[in-house]
């Protein structure tokens, strides 16, 4: 069984950074993909970046762009989501997630979920 552990998140103003984390409990897993989800008040569960493992590749979706970034520490199986500039409608609750495989951007493949974390962005 492989378990998620998501830490970071909190209330920002606009224009500020955080970072989330998630750390995954099988340390000889390696061709995985980590991903994070968010979740909007009202709204459905959406991609918003992810990493595969092995290799490095990364993938964002077009809103976060050029503003969020990941890194990985392998000895600690921890991947990090840097938010940058981040706005108003970057508020959510964000959810680690994981699989075996290449990234996916369908929420349904992904098995293994962390417990989420709030991101709130104030104007």
């Known amino acids: 069984q492989v378990q998620l552990e998501e830490s970071g998140g909190g209330l920002v103003q606009a224009g500020n950074s955080l970072r989330l984390s998630c750390a995954v409990s099988?340390?000889?897993?390696?061709?995985?993909?980590m991903v994070w989800f968010r979740q909007p008040p009202g709204q459905e569960r959406e991609f918003v970046a992810g990493?595969?493992?092995?290799?490095?590749?990364?993938s964002f979706a077009d809103s976060v762009e050029g503003r969020f970034t990941i890194s990985r520490d392998n000895s600690k199986k921890t991947g990090n989501l840097q938010m940058n500039s981040l706005k108003p409608e970057d508020t959510a609750v964000y959810y680690c997630a994981s699989k075996f495989g290449g990234i996916n951007r369908d929420s349904r493949m992904y098995e293994y979920w962390g417990q989420g974390t709030q991101v709130t962005v104030s104007a």
């Open positions: 990493v595969y493992w092995n290799t490095g590749f990364t």
């Open positions: 099988k340390s000889t897993w390696n061709s995985f993909s």
